[in-house]
């Protein structure tokens, strides 16, 4: 019986990742990543007072008109009700919009006040900058299992969901820049850290519209990285093993929404990247990789490892110059 079930799981498995696999040959961002539907509906409502003179903060959110690609992976998708309510958190001038820093965080790492530090935010909003900090799928309040630690249930669903949910994270941020759009903010530029520079690496690729991107201590490429990611490279292993997955399908499936299957939409002079010597989980590799990928942009290099960056005024500050290009 348990051999029986692992055979239809097998072949389920492979009618889905065949799907993604066959796209990703294709090489078309555009079908993809589509733009989302005009004019969502998003609500700002008053967000928590922070001591930031000039701020006024709103909670932004919006049921997501996302609907996962794959045919046979949008019922499970959608069973994710929580992870359909988009939210982040607007920094506003009360004087009017302003120039806009859109913020991703990392993965597991989305509260506020942590990403609000590690990039200096307040200095940010004190030049003069908009601050919007999004919120990544499977985050947050968009979380199912309130227990669980932030983002697990994005990895932890099947190969499906984790290339939905990074699909999906391109999609609801197109959406704030919609909103942004309508607000008639002069421009927006996105960084984001780890996962988050993954999703920012992405963005350069879809829409132009961004003034900037800056992906810091990016993955671009996922496959030559799973060995070393415990205990994800058990897990993988396990699933590869009973549903008669081959790494030719899995890694053809990771290109669909890597960073290196499509050319940048931005100008050399509106991208930067930004690595760590000593970074294990997202090894210098892997921005080298972005670089070369990218026409050689701006890339500063600190040094520390995925978490500690030392150095990081060195790197706001090269950051603000592209910014402000």
């Known amino acids: 019986m348990l051999k029986g079930a692992a055979s239809r799981g097998g072949r389920e498995d492979r009618k889905r990742l065949r799907f993604y696999a066959d ?12 733009r989302p539907r005009p004019r969502v509906r998003v609500h700002a409502r008053s967000g928590p007072d922070i001591e930031l003179e000039g701020c006024r903060v709103q909670r932004l959110s919006f049921r ?37 820093l859109a913020v991703i965080h990392g993965f597991g790492a ?37 227990l669980a630690p ?26 704030l820049l919609d909103y942004l ?26 829409d132009d519209r961004l003034a900037f991107a800056i992906p810091n201590a990016p993955v671009v490429w996922i496959p030559s990285l799973i ?15 009973a549903l ?13 929404h890597s960073p290196l299957s499509y050319p940048p939409v931005l100008p050399r002079e509106r991208l930067m990247i930004v690595c760590g010597m000593g970074d294990r989980l997202a090894p210098p590799a892997q921005g080298e990789l972005l670089w070369e990928h990218w026409g050689r942009p701006a890339l500063h290099w600190f040094a520390g490892s995925h978490v500690l960056h030392f ?8 950051m603000r110059a592209v910014m402000s290009a």
Do not use: K
Not at 26 to 34: K, M, Q
Not at 114 to 143: I, K, M, Q
């Open 181 to 206: 759009e309508r607000l008639r903010t002069p421009s927006v530029g996105v960084t984001g850290i780890s996962l988050g520079g993954y999703v920012t690496a992405l963005l350069a690729a879809v």
């Open 110 to 146: 989305s509260p506020v006040w942590l990403n609000a530090a590690f990039f200096a935010l307040r200095d940010f909003f004190l030049e003069g900058w908009d601050v919007l900090l999004y919120t990544l799928p499977f985050h947050g309040s968009r979380r199912g299992a309130r």
């Open 311 to 318: 150095g990081r005024d060195a790197y706001l500050a090269r």
């Open 227 to 241: 060995d070393s990611w415990t205990p994800a490279n058990a897990l993988l292993a396990l699933a590869q093993y």
């Open 244 to 256: 008669g997955l081959s790494d030719d399908l899995l890694w053809r499936a990771c290109a669909l």
């Open 64 to 100: 997501s008109p996302y609907r996962a690609i794959n045919p046979w992976a949008r019922a499970d998708y959608a069973r994710a009700a929580n992870n359909a309510i988009a939210v982040a958190e607007h920094w506003r001038h009360v004087t009017g919009p302003r120039r806009t």
């Open 150 to 175: 932030g983002g697990i249930e994005m990895f932890s669903g099947g190969m499906a969901r984790t290339h939905e949910a990074i699909i999906h994270a391109v999609h609801d941020f197109r959406v």
């Open 23 to 34: 796209l990703a040959d294709a090489g078309d961002a555009a079908a993809v990543f589509s």
